[in-house]
Structures are given as structure tokens and as C-alpha cells.
């Protein structure tokens, strides 16, 4: 079920506290941790604590949990003193979603290109 935590989902477990990872901000509702295997100099995921599939699952369910995402990226992103910075939501495996849990990539320390992909 939406919203509830899922047993064998990488990410509940992360924001549950029962698999480590190295977080850089923690709220109410999100989560904040280093990207294992970064593709910028600076790669967090920002992820609700809340399970939702994906950002359009998220989005459509839970606005404000959505919000909160996207403002707590802006604020990690004011903490690792990014300039400029790109947040990114796969939604789908076509897409790159690789967990099945709604969350939002912040990169940053590099140039971007346009497109991506």
C-alpha cells in the first residue's frame, strides 16, 4: 500500500534506519544520504520517508511530501554550497529507476549537459 513502509525496499529500510548510509539531512519526513555510486562530484538522494513508487505516485498521492522533497533538496544543496545544481526523478525502469522508492537525485560540483541522458 501507498505511503506504507515496504519489507524488501532498500529505501524504507534506509529511512527506517536499519541499513546504513551516510546522511547528510534528516527531517520529519525526508531523508537525505550520499549516493553510493556517484555520477557527480556531489550525488544525494532525497527520498520521502514514506514509501511511494515513483515521483508521479508521490505527487499525485502526497503533494506536500513531494514539496518537501524538492525544498529539502534546495536546502542540501545551500548546505554543500552549490551554485548550481540538478535534481532528477527516474520514474521507471525505461527511465533509470533502479528502486522502486520515490526519490530525487541532487548533482552537483560539475558542469551539466543539456541533454542529459
Known amino acids: 500500500m501507498a505511503g506504507e513502509p515496504q519489507e524488501d525496499c532498500l529505501f524504507c529500510k534506509i ?11 534528516e527531517t520529519d519526513t525526508t531523508v537525505a544520504f550520499r549516493d553510493i555510486n ?7 538522494l ?6 511511494y513508487r515513483n515521483a508521479a505516485e ?3 498521492a502526497a503533494p506536500q511530501l513531494a514539496a518537501d522533497v524538492l525544498r529539502d533538496a534546495g ?10 545544481y540538478r535534481i532528477v526523478f527516474n520514474t521507471g525502469a525505461g527511465a533509470g529507476q533502479t528502486v522502486f522508492h520515490a526519490h530525487a537525485h541532487l548533482l552537483g560540483g560539475r558542469g551539466m549537459q543539456w541533454p542529459p541522458g
Open 46 to 51: 532525497v527520498i520521502p520517508k514514506a514509501h
Open 15 to 25: 529511512a527506517e534506519g536499519h541499513v546504513p548510509a551516510t546522511v547528510v539531512r
Open 75 to 84: 536546502e542540501v544543496a545551500a548546505e554543500e554550497k552549490l551554485e548550481s
Open 38 to 44: 556517484p555520477q557527480a562530484p556531489i550525488h544525494i
Open 58 to 60: 508521490l505527487a499525485a
